[in-house]
């Protein structure tokens, strides 16, 4: 049986040494500690983290839309720009760019990704003769760079509150409820070949199913996660209270039965109350500190959440700027800011890294439905640091993970294994001058779009 040793490798129970990693067919067997090896494979192990959210076409726009236009700039104008620059894309380009974005964010600390996968039909809106059309692009994504994928189709069928008609930039992700069910199947099939992929679903948000169709949805697909976008910008506030007297995350607790099986995607604008119920719940908070931040959404009270005992990961979204130390960074960063106060997002006594490196790794696995971190069972994922990096001098241990997160960031990766297999060596994935090169041609076309 093929095994990685490492030095040092962050387990549950807490760091241990001269760690050998037993895997066979992708998976983690049996872990032994103790044990020195002459030449170790990794000197300081990490376990790969998931990017619960992504929006891997996405990719392609980044930097794009960072002009001011005539009238003030929003959440809102940069959706009609994202709109704009989907309306060119081809399946070809579907897979190329989630190609490039799950390789960046394996050279940068991920090793599971959550695709909120909404790009469903031809430029016209027209569908396509096979629906998986672009999940199985996704899927050959995932296959080629190594990433574990957790794949959501999504359902989206209104455009805004109350079933409101939807707009004509929405015209490649509608379905009604027949058509999404024949696009599960197909989704189900598309990942077959991929073997530690998971199939959950996402109703985008409650703008764009109805309470009906919602319920549908999860009483028809019981199997994996269920992921929504919700209660992002304050006018989705507001246009919920018009609609329902409810907020949206109030609304979503009292209508759905929300529970581990959930994810809340952003969830930045709740009461305390709400907040309170979110953590009992159960549920993930998917968080996307750096979309969240680059769209001007507003801040998660992420420090009470955690007092609370809530349950949080982390996801890349927009995909603007892929790092896993980035958005753990981000997160903490932006309470300090609304707080003015030092590791907010932290417990007594603990290193700020680790919290956040373990909650998300934890919050992750369960939105992803995934076995995730250094443990029998789980992908031999790992994420390496450069034992020689300055950065990293004179400390050990969490410390390790506090330079990691605040200082050197995605720059003192080494090596990453996805499934036991060396992916990523000196920071660049194997696959990475192909992968970027056939990118660059797809973005060259696609930026004349916008
Ligand atoms: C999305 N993204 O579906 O890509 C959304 C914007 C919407 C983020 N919320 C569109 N970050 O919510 O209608
Ligand atoms: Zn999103």
């Known amino acids: 049986m093929p095994v990685l040793h490492c030095a040092h490798a962050l387990l549950p129970s807490g ?11 992708g998976l983690i ?43 003030e700039d929003s959440f809102w104008t940069w959706r009609e720009v994202m709109y704009r620059f989907l309306g060119e894309i081809t399946a070809e380009d579907v897979e190329t760019i989630a190609a490039f974005a799950f390789m960046e964010m ?8 959550g695709e909120f996968h909404y790009l469903h039909h031809q430029p016209d809106g027209t569908p396509y003769a096979n629906p998986a059309e672009h999940a199985e692009r996704i899927a050959a994504a995932a296959a080629r ?75 028809t697909f019981t199997d994996g996660p269920v992921h929504i976008h919700v209660a992002e910008q304050v006018k989705e506030v507001q246009d919920c209270l018009a609609w329902s007297g409810q907020r949206p995350v109030e609304w979503l607790l009292a209508h759905q039965p929300v529970d581990e099986r959930w994810c809340l995607i952003h969830a930045t604008h709740l009461t305390a109350e709400e907040r309170r119920a979110l953590a009992r719940s159960g549920a993930v908070a998917g968080l996307c500190p750096i979309t969240e931040a680059n769209l001007g959404d507003g801040i998660f009270p992420g420090a009470d959440f955690l007092a609370e005992g809530g349950r949080f990961g982390v996801g890349t979204d927009s995909n603007v700027e892929i ?23 932290s417990l007594p ?51 390790w993970l506090d330079s990691y997160i605040f200082t050197g960031g995605h720059t003192l990766i080494d090596r990453v294994y996805a499934a036991g297999a060396l992916v990523v060596d000196k920071g660049r994935h194997q696959g990475h001058e ?17």
């Not at 394996?106 to 990704?113: I, K």
């Open 15 to 25: 760091w241990a040494e001269g760690v050998a990693i037993h895997h066979a067919a």
């Open 29 to 71: 067997i049996r872990i032994e500690t103790g044990l020195e090896a002459a030449s170790p494979d990794a000197t300081i192990a990490l376990p790969g983290l998931a990017s619960l959210h992504s929006h891997s076409f996405q990719r392609g726009m980044a930097g794009l839309a960072e002009r001011r236009g005539t009238s």
């Open 106 to 113: 394996l050279e940068r600390g991920f090793t599971a990704v």
């Open 145 to 219: 760079t190594g990433m574990g994928l957790t794949l959501l189709p999504v359902f989206y069928a209104h455009g805004g509150f109350g079933g409101q008609a939807p707009n004509a930039g929405q015209r490649r992700f509608l379905s009604d409820l027949d058509g999404f069910a024949r696009l599960m199947e197909a989704s189900r099939r598309a990942i077959a070949g991929l073997p530690d992929a998971v199939l959950g679903f996402a109703p985008h948000s409650l703008r764009a199913a109805t309470p009906d169709e919602l319920s549908t949805l999860v009483a």
């Open 323 to 345: 790092s896993a130390p980035g958005e753990l960074r981000m997160l903490e960063y932006g309470q300090r800011l609304a707080l003015r106060a030092r590791n907010a997002m």
């Open 349 to 399: 006594g603990l290193s700020t890294g680790r919290v956040l490196h373990d909650a998300a790794l934890a919050g992750g696995a369960q939105a992803l439905a995934r076995p995730m971190g250094i443990v029998p069972g789980a992908r031999a994922d790992l994420v390496t640091l450069r034992p020689d990096a300055p950065d990293l001098a004179g400390r050990s241990a969490d410390a």
């Open 434 to 450: 192909a992968l970027a090169g056939a990118y660059r041609r797809v973005i060259e076309r696609l930026a004349g779009s916008l």
